[in-house]
Nanobody, 118 residues
């Protein structure tokens, strides 16, 4: 089983950048992809983006396309989310996720809060 721990986040000003990291541990041999979901206060959970673990192919949800970039370091078992041009509507709890098959997330981090506000 894969365990995930997010770090980073906090209070960020509009227009600024921030970097989230997700350290994975456990058996990663069956991991197909890792990604990020988010949930804003009073809203449903939303797909942010994901990346295939072996091939490095990434894809993104429409609200963050062109602003957020997902990368991974396979040697360090770490996933990253570089967030640029942050907007107040990006305020949410961000969850790191991992899955063994496409579009299915089997492992979840505890979530980390990102607040975009002046």
């Amino acid at each position: 089983q894969v365990q995930l721990v997010e770090s980073g986040g906090g209070l960020v000003q509009p227009g600024a950048s921030d970097l989230l990291s997700c350290a994975a541990s456990g058996d990663m041999s069956k991991t197909y992809a890792m990604g990020w979901l988010r949930q804003a206060p009073g809203k449903e959970r939303e797909f942010v983006g994901a990346i295939t673990w072996s091939g490095g192919r990434s894809w993104y949800g429409e609200p963050v396309k062109g602003r957020f970039v997902i990368t991974r370091d396979v040697g360090k078992n770490t996933l990253y989310l570089q967030m640029n041009y942050l907007k107040p509507e990006d305020t949410a709890v961000y969850y790191c996720v991992a899955g063994d098959v496409p579009d299915t997330w089997d492992a979840w981090g505890q979530g980390i809060l990102v607040t975009v506000s002046s």
